[in-house]
């Protein structure tokens, strides 16, 4: 016997359940991805428990026996998170409430808590991921609930599945016009359309204020986006997107970290004291949308005056020119820049200021040390002496066997040491703090920054896509008369990495005969790369117009809604009091009138749409005689027979309360089979 043949010879009972039990299941596993595992496989284990026990039609386990393993696995949660509040152990208890609940059902009121309890956990999913293909996981799992909902209605004969998935879709669109109008119109608050307070903020990873060799390659591992740009002007080349973030001056032999000068609140775009700059060339106008990261730091591009205007936000400019939000950002931000490809930074300086990035701990990198007061000796003197001094670095990490790596060799107390002139092989951060290292011990002040560099433009909607992928460390030189300018001697290196990415910077080594594939996505013009951008661009607008609609945006909408109006409003407005005034006149013609004679006139309709019509004076026995006699399908002739006769019973007979109620709700019931 097939397994199909087996699903049409089950009870209704057991065919119900099942549905039920296949609903919780597409409500659950999504939280998978992030329970302990041993949640996971005990809601699973019970899921499949509950379906065999239908299936093979057993009683449920007895109480005495649920309510020992449902207070265990109370305790497991608790020891799992320490804690039985907040977003995660309330998401796992809910999920195993939901799976001992189906093995606790004997009553109709117990069906409904396990019907509602798997629509709430159901919105949970939005705490961990609101991507456009969650939301539309969840709303074919919510159609599927819909349709266990309905199921469980039928008093008489149930449709095919088909029919009742149908139905529930039906539902879910009728209620669809009404959730874009309280998405469109209700106050919207200040935060993300999904989260909790505190705990519903997961880690992110980004740009830390701190650096040490092999700190950034776990973000290049990361495909994670961290921000896309919009350019309103033309955009610069690959190499000149430099995206600054983080400006690393303390060094302490092994870790480059931030000084932390008092940022200055600076939202007039005014400059203080101390942060001179001049800028020229062409403007380049653009719009910024951050993803959450949990930090404090805005990213710009080089070089963008302070002046920031972030919705929500709070912005401060430090003496190194880091722009710095207030508070954290725990929800995604949008703001518009302006940067300069042309210019020039605390140029005017005094020699006294300039001492704490000349500094460098005692003790450590002794030849690096050496090499750069033997590089200062060599450049002479002059006020060219730093640019050829820097050169002089730039070509020995040229010529000199440098490796650009994202597996480099562990590094011993003597980080800089052991990579120059033992292990030559690095990522960005080990060829940026070592330059800056020579350039001190030299006397040339430096600084690391750290940020992004680079992005792939998606030429469906236009943006710019920023990764994790494409963070990024680099140095600044202080010369005198030009101020601090930009050296990246991972340039001097790789330059496939600043001119086209790091994915075609490095070899490609990916296992099974991978690297076609990956050849095929770095190709612009691949059907893969078109399929990626198309679905970026899906998710962007799904993040720009859902996601990110906030109050300001939210008032603006409104606001060009009601200029649109205009001249229309008066007009308008009186269209929809007299289509309010009709409806609620239809509605209480409804509510007054006899459902059972307003159910008989829907079906004489239905006869006469389909040629037959009622005789004058012609009751329910007559007509169901005459319906007999004409050539009809057998099924139609049977539901019609049977609509007629509960139709003379309700009309011709005494019947008590719950008999006319239930012979009221199959005369519906027939009435949508008929039709």
């Given at each position: 016997?097939?397994?199909?043949?087996?699903?049409?010879?089950?009870?209704?009972?057991?065919?119900?359940?099942?549905?039920?039990?296949?609903?919780?299941?597409?409500?659950?596993?999504?939280?998978?991805?992030?329970?302990?595992?041993?949640?996971?496989?005990?809601?699973?284990?019970?899921?499949?428990?509950?379906?065999?026990?239908?299936?093979?039609?057993?009683?449920?386990?007895?109480?005495?026996?649920?309510?020992?393993?449902?207070?265990?696995?109370?305790?497991?949660?608790?020891?799992?998170?320490?804690?039985?509040?907040?977003?995660?152990?309330?998401?796992?208890?809910?999920?195993?409430?939901?799976?001992?609940?189906?093995?606790?059902?004997?009553?109709?009121?117990?069906?409904?808590?396990?019907?509602?309890?798997?629509?709430?956990?159901?919105?949970?999913?939005?705490?961990?991921?609101?991507?456009?293909?969650?939301?539309?996981?969840?709303?074919?799992?919510?159609?599927?609930?819909?349709?266990?909902?309905?199921?469980?209605?039928?008093?008489?004969?149930?449709?095919?599945?088909?029919?009742?998935?149908?139905?529930?879709?039906?539902?879910?669109?009728?209620?669809?016009?009404?959730?874009?109008?309280?998405?469109?119109?209700?106050?919207?608050?200040?935060?993300?359309?999904?989260?909790?307070?505190?705990?519903?903020?997961?880690?992110?990873?980004?740009?830390?204020?701190?650096?040490?060799?092999?700190?950034?390659?776990?973000?290049?591992?990361?495909?994670?986006?961290?921000?896309?740009?919009?350019?309103?002007?033309?955009?610069?080349?690959?190499?000149?997107?430099?995206?600054?973030?983080?400006?690393?001056?303390?060094?302490?032999?092994?870790?480059?970290?931030?000084?932390?000068?008092?940022?200055?609140?600076?939202?007039?775009?005014?400059?203080?004291?101390?942060?001179?700059?001049?800028?020229?060339?062409?403007?380049?106008?653009?719009?910024?949308?951050?993803?959450?990261?949990?930090?404090r730091y805005l990213f710009t591009l080089e070089l963008t005056p302070p002046g920031l205007d972030v919705p929500g936000q709070r912005v401060a400019v430090s003496d190194e020119l880091e722009s710095l939000a207030l508070r954290p950002l725990h929800q995604r931000v949008r703001y518009h820049a302006t940067a300069y490809t042309d210019y020039t930074l605390q140029d005017g300086l005094a020699p006294e200021l300039t001492g704490k990035?000349?500094?460098?701990?005692?003790?450590?990198?002794?030849?690096?040390?050496?090499?750069?007061?033997?590089?200062?000796?060599?450049?002479?003197?002059?006020?060219?002496?730093?640019?050829?001094?820097?050169?002089?670095?730039?070509?020995?990490?040229?010529?000199?066997?440098?490796?650009?790596?994202?597996?480099?060799?562990?590094?011993?107390?003597?980080?800089?040491?052991?990579?120059?002139?033992?292990?030559?092989?690095?990522?960005?951060?080990?060829?940026?703090?070592?330059?800056?290292?020579?350039?001190?011990?030299?006397?040339?002040?430096?600084?690391?920054?750290?940020?992004?560099?680079?992005?792939?433009?998606?030429?469906?909607?236009?943006?710019?896509?920023?990764?994790?992928?494409?963070?990024?460390?680099?140095?600044?030189?202080?010369?005198?008369?030009?101020?601090?300018?930009?050296?990246?001697?991972?340039?001097?290196?790789?330059?496939?990495?600043?001119?086209?990415?790091?994915?075609?910077?490095?070899?490609?080594?990916?296992?099974?005969?991978?690297?076609?594939?990956?050849?095929?996505?770095?190709?612009?013009?691949?059907?893969?790369?078109?399929?990626?951008?198309?679905?970026?661009?899906?998710?962007?607008?799904?993040?720009?117009?859902?996601?990110?609609?906030?109050?300001?945006?939210?008032?603006?909408?409104?606001?060009?809604?009601?200029?649109?109006?205009?001249?229309?409003?008066?007009?308008?407005?009186?269209?929809?009091?007299?289509?309010?005034?009709?409806?609620?006149?239809?509605?209480?013609?409804?509510?007054?009138?006899?459902?059972?004679?307003?159910?008989?006139?829907?079906?004489?309709?239905?006869?006469?749409?389909?040629?037959?019509?009622?005789?004058?004076?012609?009751?329910?026995?007559?007509?169901?005689?005459?319906?007999?006699?004409?050539?009809?399908?057998?099924?139609?002739?049977?539901?019609?027979?049977?609509?007629?006769?509960?139709?003379?019973?309700?009309?011709?007979?005494?019947?008590?309360?719950?008999?006319?109620?239930?012979?009221?709700?199959?005369?519906?019931?027939?009435?949508?089979?008929?039709?």
């Amino acid at each position: 016997m097939s397994f199909a043949t087996a699903l049409a010879g089950i009870s209704r009972d057991k065919s119900d359940t099942l549905l039920l039990i296949a609903a919780a299941l597409m409500v659950v596993a999504p939280h998978f991805a992030h329970l302990p595992w041993w949640i996971s496989a005990t809601v699973g284990v019970t899921l499949a428990w509950r379906a065999v026990l239908t299936w093979q039609g057993r009683r449920l386990p007895p109480v005495w026996l649920l309510l020992p393993v449902a207070m265990l696995a109370m305790a497991g949660v608790w020891y799992s998170y320490r804690t039985l509040l907040g977003r995660d152990p309330g998401v796992a208890m809910l999920a195993l409430l939901l799976a001992f609940k189906l093995l606790e059902m004997h009553a109709r009121r117990d069906l409904f808590v396990v019907l509602f309890l798997s629509f709430f956990l159901l919105l949970t999913n939005f705490f961990y991921s609101q991507s456009i293909l969650t939301g539309l996981a969840m709303v074919a799992t919510m159609v599927l609930l819909l349709a266990a909902q309905i199921t469980f209605q039928y008093t008489g004969a149930v449709p095919p599945l088909g029919r009742r998935l149908r139905l529930a879709g039906k539902v879910a669109l009728l209620a669809a016009p009404l959730a874009l109008a309280l998405f469109l119109l209700f106050p919207r608050i200040q935060g993300p359309l999904w989260g909790l307070p505190g705990d519903a903020r997961g880690g992110r990873t980004g740009i830390s204020d701190t650096m040490a060799p092999g700190s950034m390659t776990d973000l290049a591992l990361s495909g994670e986006v961290a921000f896309r740009v919009r350019f309103l002007d033309p955009a610069p080349p690959q190499p000149r997107l430099y995206w600054r973030g983080v400006v690393l001056s303390h060094y302490d032999g092994r870790t480059w970290t931030r000084i932390g000068g008092v940022p200055y609140r600076n939202a007039a775009g005014t400059l203080p004291d101390g942060l001179a700059m001049r800028v020229g060339g062409r403007a380049i106008r653009h719009e910024i949308t951050m993803e959450p990261s949990e930090r404090r730091y805005l990213f710009t591009l080089e070089l963008t005056p302070p002046g920031l205007d972030v919705p929500g936000q709070r912005v401060a400019v430090s003496d190194e020119l880091e722009s710095l939000a207030l508070r954290p950002l725990h929800q995604r931000v949008r703001y518009h820049a302006t940067a300069y490809t042309d210019y020039t930074l605390q140029d005017g300086l005094a020699p006294e200021l300039t001492g704490k990035w000349l500094q460098l701990p005692e003790g450590f990198n002794p030849l690096a040390v050496a090499l750069g007061r033997r590089l200062r000796v060599l450049g002479g003197d002059g006020a060219d002496a730093p640019v050829r001094i820097a050169d002089a670095v730039l070509g020995m990490l040229r010529k000199g066997g440098f490796e650009y790596t994202l597996q480099p060799p562990l590094l011993g107390t003597d980080s800089v040491d052991e990579f120059l002139f033992r292990s030559r092989r690095g990522f960005c951060e080990h060829y940026a703090g070592a330059f800056v290292v020579l350039m001190r011990a030299a006397g040339i002040p430096a600084r690391v920054v750290t940020g992004y560099q680079g992005g792939e433009f998606n030429p469906v909607d236009g943006y710019v896509t920023v990764r994790q992928s494409d963070a990024h460390a680099w140095a600044e030189v202080w010369l005198a008369g030009r101020g601090w300018r930009r050296i990246d001697p991972t340039a001097a290196v790789s330059p496939e990495r600043i001119n086209l990415n790091l994915s075609r910077a490095l070899p490609q080594t990916a296992p099974f005969g991978l690297n076609a594939l990956i050849a095929l996505q770095n190709d612009k013009d691949s059907w893969l790369s078109r399929l990626r951008f198309s679905t970026n661009a899906l998710n962007n607008a799904w993040n720009q117009w859902v996601l990110d609609y906030n109050p300001d945006r939210q008032q603006n909408f409104l606001t060009e809604l009601w200029k649109a109006v205009g001249t229309w409003r008066t007009p308008a407005a009186a269209a929809l009091l007299v289509a309010l005034a009709w409806l609620l006149r239809r509605l209480r013609l409804r509510r007054h009138a006899d459902p059972v004679a307003a159910a008989y006139e829907r079906f004489r309709r239905h006869l006469a749409g389909a040629g037959i019509a009622a005789q004058p004076g012609e009751g329910p026995h007559s007509l169901a005689l005459r319906l007999r006699a004409l050539p009809l399908p057998e099924e139609s002739k049977a539901a019609m027979a049977e609509f007629l006769a509960l139709y003379g019973a309700l009309r011709y007979r005494a019947l008590d309360d719950d008999e006319r109620n239930r012979s009221a709700r199959r005369l519906v019931q027939l009435l949508r089979q008929i039709r």
